[in-house]
């Protein structure tokens, strides 16, 4: 008797944490809710519940719910709940995870199902693309960054030079960041931004092709990765690697020591230009031609529709009817007819959207594999991060060899 | 030899005179010490329910996941899809994994330099701590507060200190002329800068040393003083003898904590592949190259170096341990 109660605490405190893992049963009577799955931060969190909130009052087909995952946490507790059953139905992938998830089935493919709902002709190639994996569909783009050069235009008027027009090569652009190149300024920087990748395409080159062949190793390539070891490691023209990550690219050309750098389209460099201590006139150049090809990196990312969603119309309805709302959201959208709506978001952009709207034209993602993260890995240790950095200045040797080495690993992976 | 009859058995003083038994008292002992002898059938001891809540959680969440660990390293398993069996495929497959022994480098060199540097640290800072100083215990909650901040957040701070642009050491450095090194961005800065990182923290290890100091007995460092013993005599011959115990628990903790480098290393990255670190490359193995099955065999594999470092440190245990023996030798 005396027993009982230690025993029932202990008994209790067997059960409770048990207890908690239990959830709530959906067992509500009406339409199915969907949970959305996203990496914003606590301000546009706030934005997206509103736009679900407005979702929600305007039909009875499905309800929406937000859960937001930190970003530096996001694959790895999306992974986790998918594998233990409980995956979000819809969710943000950026481009470079789609193949991995569709090819282990956890997406619903969209293709033949959601064009009567959203005009896929609106995307350009380069934003769809990534989100295609053999042919078939698996995400709806919700936002596109094609990457541009900005310029210090204060700087090119200083050295007599005429601002770029978007027809020029880079052979041109070397010559113009040597021209804007002296003692203690640098016409250009890079750590990594543009993708190496980049000059390959623009020689008629490719990493991977979009069958999945490993061609990183192939002339064109191999020309284009010359090139970018060649712009990276000029000391007349770019800032030496070194300096460049301690300083910061974005930092050095905010405080004018770089004439030039590249990145996305609705990066925020307008208004940090007008905030520094020496402002000067910020202009927006369309990233320059390689010799083959005209072709600049375009960042997206898609939501998808996880395959675990039993009422699949509801889903493609939720899908396709949040594609559109966030299309006018503050983001750049990735869509041809929305290109120019930079300029509302940010109005500082207004200056540059012809330029926004070319790039978005000429714009391309990587042909992404389901080993891409590992093929990330793979070309950044052995290719990209030695032929930015010179081999940590000992030299690269011959680039033919690096990248002959490089495809020999990339092949393992892919063909594992 | 015992006296079997119930009466002889010692009965409480009840006071200065022993009263005598009746027999209805004599008679309920002698049943109360035959159901003694009789065996019986005992019941189990509450005390097992009340831990049973901690081997409930051992084996749900430690034991059972490292079963299922060993049983996925034998497998190809995406995360996200169904796992297929491999064999010792993962483990042939590490054996010329580049990666994975470039990984294990970055670790033993960081564990190599930092782990000696951090007990030399944390004894020294306990040495100065251990003195009769205005403010010591503000001193030693100041020292010791590292100890108690999730790796985390301290990855987060030294993110900022380090940042090649805006951090706090290349603006100290600028500010007196000097262009500050690319810590996290240039792969020769990066171990450094881990290793300042770890030397930051040593506060951890201070807490114990200061125990230790206390132990030393003061009259052990009289004598020696006496004899003519300089203070570094006194520390070499006196002092750090008398601490080997706690040397040789904060070596063994050590080692295993450099091997188990992940949350700061997770935050603050490294140029060149130097801040990839053994658990990270285990840890985005299985999470973004999805590849759990592989990741698995990393982690056995490394559990296997562990084990083997921290018996090769026991097996030198006698020379940690003050004894007159080790005196003689």
Known sequence: ?416 | MPDPRPDALPDAPTGPTRRTRTAHERATRAAELAAAAAPRRRRPSPAYLYIAPWFVAFALFALVPMVMSLVMSLTDWPVIGSPTWRGLGNFTELARDAQFWKSLWVTVRFGVVSVPLGMAAALTVAMVLNSNIRGLSLYRTIYYLPAVVSGVAVGLIWRWVLDPAAGLVNGALAAVGVQGPGWLTDPAWVLPSYTMVALWGAGGGMLTYLVALNEVPRDLGEAATLQGAGWWARLWFVTLPLMRPILFYNLVMGIIGAFKKFNDAYVLGGAGGEGNFLMLHIYRTAFEHFRMGYASAMSWVFLVIVLAVTGLVFRFSDFWTFSRGNEER
Request: proline share 6%; with cysteine.
């Open chain 1, 1 to 416: 008797m005396r027993h009982r109660l230690p025993t029932a605490v202990a008994a209790l405190a067997l059960v409770l944490p048990l207890a908690a893992c239990g959830g709530d049963a959906d067992a509500e009577d009406g339409p199915p809710t969907f949970t959305v799955a996203t990496w914003a931060n606590e301000t546009e969190a706030d934005e997206l519940d509103a736009i679900l909130d407005g979702l929600n009052d305007a039909q009875d087909t499905y309800r929406l719910e937000q859960m937001v995952i930190p970003g530096g946490e996001y694959y790895t507790k999306l992974q986790t709940m998918i594998a233990g059953r409980q995956a979000p139905d819809l969710f943000w992938l950026s481009q470079e995870y789609v193949p991995a998830y569709a090819d282990n089935g956890t997406l619903t493919d969209l293709t033949g199902r959601v064009e009567d709902a959203i005009d896929l002709d609106d995307y350009p190639p380069g934003s769809l693309d990534p989100a295609t994996v053999g042919g078939a569909l698996y995400g709806l783009p919700w936002i596109g960054q094609p990457y541009v050069v900005y310029y210090n235009a204060d700087r090119f008027a200083e050295a007599d030079l005429a601002e770029p027009d978007g027809t020029w090569t880079w052979t041109e652009f070397r010559e113009v960041a040597r021209a804007l190149t002296d003692g203690t300024r640098y016409g250009y920087a890079t750590t990594g931004t543009p993708p190496v990748a980049l000059f390959a395409w623009g020689e008629g080159g490719d990493y991977v092709t979009a069958d999945g062949e490993v061609v990183v190793d192939s002339d064109a390539t191999v020309a284009g990765l010359e090139l970018a070891h060649a712009i990276a490691n000029d000391a007349t023209a770019t800032m030496p690697q070194g300096l460049a990550q301690s300083r910061g690219v974005e930092s050095a050309f905010v405080d004018g020591t770089v004439a030039m750098m590249v990145g996305g389209a609705a990066d925020d460099i307008e208004r940090k230009v007008a905030e520094s201590g020496d402002p000067f006139e910020v202009g927006m150049a369309v990233m320059p031609a390689g010799s083959v090809e005209h072709v600049t990196f375009n960042w997206t990312a898609s939501t998808v529709l996880s395959a675990t969603v039993t009422d699949t119309e509801a889903g493609l309805a939720a899908l396709t009817d949040l594609t559109h709302a966030m299309f006018d959201w503050k983001i750049p959208a990735p869509v041809s007819s929305r290109v120019g709506d930079i300029a509302d978001v940010n109005p500082q952009k207004a200056y540059a959207v012809d330029v926004v709207t070319r790039s978005a034209e000429i714009a391309r993602g990587f042909h992404n594999q389901p080993q891409q993260n590992e093929l990330g890995s793979v070309i950044w240790e052995q290719l990209e991060g030695p032929i930015l950095s010179d081999g940590d200045g000992r030299g690269v040797g011959d680039l033919a060899d690096l990248a002959a080495a490089t495809a020999a690993k990339m092949r393992e992976v892919v063909d594992r």
